[in-house]
Nanobody, 121 residues
């Protein structure tokens, strides 16, 4: 059984940095794609960053130039480096991933439980 787990959240001051990681427990061959979302209190969940199988990335306009999504290889954790944090970045951050489970093409898609990021002014 595959589960996603986020780590690295916490408290930062405005202008500071945090790094989130998304990893999978269980046996997987590789991550196909990973998305980071966030949800602030009273707001809808929004897409923050995406990294595809070929390594291409995309970001929400609100985080471009400040956040970087990266991976070392197809199986290791995926990171979201968050720099120049602002109070409006405060939210629960979730990773959503599609993973390849076996050579026959079986995939799994799921969400992590979320990691709280709080940015103080």
């Amino acid at each position: 059984q595959v589960q996603l787990v986020e780590s690295g959240g916490g408290l930062a001051q405005s202008g500071g940095s945090l790094r989130l990681a998304c990893d999978a427990s269980g046996s997987i061959l590789r991550f196909n794609s990973i998305d980071w979302y966030r949800q602030a209190p009273g707001k809808e969940r929004e897409l923050v960053a995406v990294i595809s199988r070929d390594g291409s990335t995309d970001y929400a306009d609100s985080v471009k130039g400040r956040f970087t999504i990266a991976r070392d290889n197809a199986k290791n954790p995926v990171y979201l480096q968050m720099n120049s944090l602002k109070p409006e970045d405060t939210a629960v951050y979730y990773c959503n991933a599609e993973v390849l489970l076996s050579e026959d093409g079986t995939t799994w898609n799921g969400w992590g439980p979320g990691s709280q990021v709080t940015v103080s002014s």
